[in-house]
């Protein structure tokens, strides 16, 4: 980019003069999209006429040197060009009020002037939608505010100019604040993490400070805030924020990590790859950002109905004049419109509601996924990680040795379980502690990584973890038990087997356990009128089927695969319902995809989310429910302003074309309206 200057500068906030936009119109959409999905950028404004982008951003991420360089990277050639409206702010609303006053009290020549310069925009706005052979909302602003200006009538003129403009500033302050919310929202976390330099030195730095190819240690507990490569060391990762697995697996030299997981076991020391918005978890906020710009089709309905009510409108006025020849009736009638309500009032409500539910957790993808979420009838969930939390809880503990009972063996188990952070390890000592066991005294614990533990108990060896550890590693016979073994994998335990001088002496069984708010859930979703709950579960038949009827679902599908989940929305899709599905893992895509609506977890993986309508930010299932209850709320108030403003607006037309209203109050009643219902739209966003 050519011709980039700094204009003014201070901490969190720079103006910038782009010479070059000039020569390209209305691409100020495509530049604040482009920026906005930068993370540290709060706010972004873009004035062609003054070739002018203020960038308001926060200081702990980002600076003005590196806007500016990011600003360069920007091909205006490539943009993508939307008509964009005149961005109205609180100084524009302060000089129609004083033009107002101005028109009133001033003499008629002076009123005269400064009503000409406040109107200028708003009539050359309409002349240029008649240029373009357009009849909108526009067109008739200009005629109405124009009319009165003809007549002489410059404070009604300017109390139009005046209303019209603190419409919009309504419409686009709304608009900021869920765009400020959600930048807020996309903004990475800072942590302190340890740098280590060439000489094998560390000093402690902010994780915002790391650049590509600095060197971080990791140990257990650490939050990864960057994308690298494991340089030493080796280490149990918890991915299940990115993949959905609910079991840390093992990362070692080479292996690649991501911003979003945490260290449970080990020591790493890895090579930054990437970092702030270039990072994994950042990839979803350009994302997010574009679907505030994303139009429903009741949106889109309501937008070509304002501009077919301006033809309307601009007919009864003409009937009007033809029939009494009175510019004071006609005046009075174009100054009634009902397509400002119509077209204002949705794009708010739905921002309103958009934000409204950032606040409560819930990323909303845009009008449209509201919009689908009402007329949803039919919910599907995924088993693990959904409608249980994905982690473990005992619910087996099998001995095979006569000497020791199962709390015997539970209470051994959780002695030496208590020296690991693994959740397995977490789960047996959770369950031990509930039941108030002793602990047992042991020898010194050796913590083998993604295999098990060893340990000593009265001088004999003592090893704890998976079948393929104790059974490969340490020679330990299973041929006895493949029956029992089979059963308890057959009701889909997690099993970890215990060995004494390499023998089994037992075995834990453990599974997912159900999210308490599972019940709350369910309940709300069939009082909101969805009554088909559907549940899709890689389990057996037997194990899915036994939690589906402990839940009271409708229908359960087991043993599926990522292809079977997408055939089965469709088969529900086929039957007539609308369906929602509600996931978190990779293999979860396509059933997202497909689905009428898609909702991710707050766990869910990248690929979820980047799939989904809607993406949980919290942790809870009972986010589900009420971002049904947000669409259903948004949509009845959408129907509500439609019909308000269409009998509201014609009982005021009549009075104006029947001449019992002047100018001056038709004006004032319809502007009025539609700022009492921009104003309904906007208390939503509150509750």
């Known amino acids: 980019m050519i011709g980039l200057q700094i204009k003014h500068h201070f901490p969190g906030r720079v103006r910038f003069k782009v010479a070059e936009l000039k020569q390209h119109r209305d691409i100020g959409e495509w530049i604040k999209h482009s920026l906005m999905a930068i993370q540290g950028i709060r706010d972004v404004r873009v004035n062609s006429v003054a070739c002018s982008i203020v960038i308001e951003y926060d200081t702990t991420v980002l600076s003005s040197k590196v806007l500016s360089a990011r600003l360069t990277e920007l091909d205006f050639s490539q943009a993508e060009q939307q008509e964009t409206e005149h961005e109205y ?63 002489g009538d410059y404070r009604t003129a300017m109390m139009t100019q005046s209303l019209i403009s603190l419409g ?82 093992r990362r070692e030299l080479e292996a690649y990590v991501y911003s979003g997981t945490t260290v449970h076991e080990g020591t790493v020391k890895v090579r930054v790859e990437k970092v702030g918005s270039e990072a994994t978890t950042a990839q979803i ?18 937008q070509d109905m304002a ?62 996924a509201i919009e689908k979420l009402a007329r949803v009838d039919t919910c599907v969930f995924d088993k693990t990680g959904t409608l249980t939390y994905g982690d473990m809880e005992v619910t087996d503990v099998i001995p095979l040795c006569p000497k020791n009972s199962a709390r015997d063996l539970l209470a051994i188990a959780a002695s030496v379980e208590e020296h690991s952070n693994h959740p397995l390890s977490q789960a047996v000592v959770n369950a031990a502690t509930n039941h108030q066991l002793p602990h047992i005294e042991h020898g010194e614990v050796e913590y083998v990584i993604a ?6 108990l ?38 970890i087997f215990i060995s004494s001088e390499k023998k089994l002496i037992g075995m834990i069984g453990l599974r997912d356990h159900l999210r308490e708010d599972v019940y709350q859930t369910l309940t709300e979703l069939r009082e909101l009128g969805i009554n088909h709950l559907v549940m899709i579960s890689g389990d057996s038949a037997y194990k899915a089927h036994m939690l589906g009827d402990e839940l009271k679902l409708d229908q359960v599908f087991a043993e599926a695969t990522p292809t079977s989940k997408s055939s089965i929305i469709e088969q529900l899709q086929q039957q007539g319902h609308n369906v929602m599905f509600v996931g978190d893992g990779v293999n979860d895509a396509p059933a997202l995809t497909k689905a009428d609506v898609g909702v991710a977890m707050c766990r869910g993986t990248e690929l979820a989310r980047q799939a989904a309508d809607v993406v ?48 001056t109050m038709s004006a004032l009643l319809h502007n009025g309206t539609t700022l009492a219902i921009l104003g309904r739209s906007v208390a939503i966003k509150n509750g």
């Open 89 to 151: 702010t609180r100084g524009d609303i302060a000089m129609n009020v004083i033009g107002t006053l101005a028109a009133a009290m001033l003499p008629n020549k002076w009123g005269a002037l400064s009503t000409a310069t406040l109107i200028a925009p708003t009539m050359f706005e309409g002349i240029e939608e008649l240029r373009e052979k357009r009849i909108s909302v526009e067109v008739l602003d200009a005629i109405a505010v124009g009319l009165s200006a003809w007549r």
């Open 168 to 249: 919009e500033y309504m419409e686009q302050k709304t608009s900021r604040n869920s765009d400020q919310l959600l930048a807020d929202l996309m903004r990475p976390q800072e942590s302190l993490v340890w740098r280590v330099a060439c000489d094998g030195s560390k000093n402690q730095v902010s994780s915002t400070e790391l650049i590509a190819g600095d060197v971080i240690e990791l140990v257990p507990g650490d939050a990864i805030p960057i994308d690298g490569v494991i340089v030493e060391g080796a280490a149990l990762v918890n991915q299940s924020a990115l993949t959905g697995e609910n079991v840390p697996v």
């Open 285 to 302: 906020a350009k994302l997010i950002y574009d679907s505030l710009s994303e139009k429903s089709e009741i949106q889109q309905v309501t």
């Open 307 to 368: 501009n077919r009510r301006v033809k309307i409108t601009l007919g009864i006025g003409a009937a009007v004049f033809a029939l009494t020849q009175d510019l004071n009736r006609v005046a009075s009638v174009f100054l009634v419109d009902y397509s400002c309500a119509l077209k204002l009032s949705t794009p708010v409500t739905f921002k309103s509601i958009m934000y409204r539910a950032a606040q409560q957790g819930i990323l909303l993808k845009g009008g449209s």
């Open 451 to 456: 295999h098990g533990l060893r340990s000593t």
């Open 458 to 495: 009265k001088d004999h060896c003592l090893v704890m973890g998976s079948r393929h550890f104790l059974e490969e590693h340490e020679q330990v016979d299973f041929s006895e038990v493949e029956q029992e073994i089979r059963h308890f994998e057959q009701l889909g335990r997690h099993l």
């Open 616 to 663: 949980l930010l919290q942790d809870k299932l009972a986010g589900v429910s009420e971002t049904v209850n947000l669409a259903h709320v948004a949509m009845k108030m959408i129907n509500q302003n439609i019909k308000v403003a269409e009998y509201v607006n014609s009982g005021i037309m009549l009075a104006a074309a029947l001449g019992m209203l002047n100018p």
